[in-house]
């Protein structure tokens, strides 16, 4: 068969099916990802129907979609409401460290792996996925609850923290001096300065040189800058992702707005995409041996996890509905856990298996913990009782401050609007909800 018919032929079969998966979690009010991913294996190395032709193509596609996810996040806020989501938020970025980072790199001490091997599994149960995050917050219509924030805030220290993180690690992997780890930290903490700089001082002059009444030409332009920016940052040392969302922090106004609509349905069907690959990279076969460890560390991690996001959002005065919400959207790991895994397998081969395992499972808990911690927790504790927030949350999509844009038009498809809301059999209702217009 030609290789182009082969091409289309198992593209169009991933697409179709990754639809009907959709309209099926949809049906059920469920997030589509874990079917995603379980596509992926059936698709990939090891499983039933291997991919051959299109398998480049959808590694392309998948990187695509981790950059629109960041993108979209990025145009939810302006860069002045970064930086004070940094500056207030950074002592909860010192608390996620310590609780995530720290059991990685004891079970690599513990399973004999050595110091360097304990750094990247450090990495690996530190960083919590934003790619699936993001798409589990538009799935479950969160996007305006008083706890989005505080969970973005938590993200993007993690992801900057990546651009100090990702040279240390290569360098020491790399068994380099440390002149040579110290030029490539500097390069990386510039590039982020920079972009950073740019968007602060002249975020209203790249929107107006961006901005199009043509919505063909803001699209290419946006869609554009952003690749641009993204594979700049990735030479640089500094991660695709973190490129493109602050592409979209420096984006305000119309401009956000429009773009924003204008590439929700790309996110959505590259980001089904980068799912699928996640699977097609784990081979079936690999994971029973190390299941059993990647197991108690993936339940160890999910728990601080969710301890992180309880007290963030308690440092941001979110009311204890919120902070169980934050906690168990906080749990999923991905595109960068496989990333550090994936440089650190020269050091330590096992490191692989087990962390595409831990991976697997906590990008399939992930999404469950998203939605179902509160209700969880509220049942198990008679009911829940906190506080309103006092401010300091601000920065969802119709919060006082926000990027104007209309709230419906971040669901993806299938979007499961009302997850985030309790039953309504459930008296605590109007305590644990923070629905987006009762603060637009």
Known sequence: ??????????????????????????????????????AGLAFGHGGLLPLNASEEFIATGAEIGVILLLLLLGLEYSASELVSNLKTQYPSGIVDFVLNAVPGAVAALILGWGPVAAVALAGVTWISSSGVIAKVL??????????????LGVLVIEDLAMAVYLPL?????????????????????????????????????????????NPEMLLLVVLGLTLLVAGVAQELQVSAAVGAFLVGIALSGEVAEG???????????FAAVFFVFFGLNTDPAAIPPVLVPALILAT??????????????????????????????????????????GLAVGVEPRIGPLATAYVLLLVILGPLAARWTEPLARRLTG??????????????????????????????????ESASEPPASEPS????????????
């Open 1 to 38: 068969m030609h290789d182009t018919t082969a091409l289309l032929i198992e593209l169009g079969s991933v697409i179709l099916v990754l639809g009907i998966l959709g309209r099926l979690a949809g049906r059920v009010g469920f997030s589509a990802i874990p079917l995603y991913l379980l």
């Open 138 to 151: 538009g799935d479950l219509g969160r996007l305006g609850n008083r706890e989005t924030p505080v969970i």
């Open 169 to 213: 690690l290569t360098a020491l992997l790399a068994g380099l001096s440390l002149a040579g780890g110290s030029l490539t930290l500097l390069i990386s903490l510039g590039t982020v300065g920079a972009v950073l700089y740019l968007a602060l001082r002249h975020g209203r002059l790249i929107s107006r040189a961006v901005s199009s009444d």
């Open 259 to 269: 773009a924003h609509n204008l590439l929700v349905p790309l996110r959505d069907l």
């Open 300 to 341: 160890v991690t999910a728990l601080t996890k969710i301890g992180t996001g309880w007290y963030a959002a308690k440092r941001a005065g979110v009311r204890t509905a919120g902070r169980w919400r934050t906690g168990g959207t906080l749990v999923a790991r991905g595109e960068f856990s496989i990333v550090i895994a």
């Open 383 to 416: 009911g829940l009782h906190g506080v309103r927030g006092q401010g300091g949350v601000r920065g969802a999509r119709g919060l006082p401050g926000r990027k104007a844009a209309p709230v419906k038009s971040a669901e993806p498809v299938p979007s499961v």
């Open 429 to 440: 209702a109007p305590e644990a909800t923070d629905p987006a217009p009762s603060h637009g």
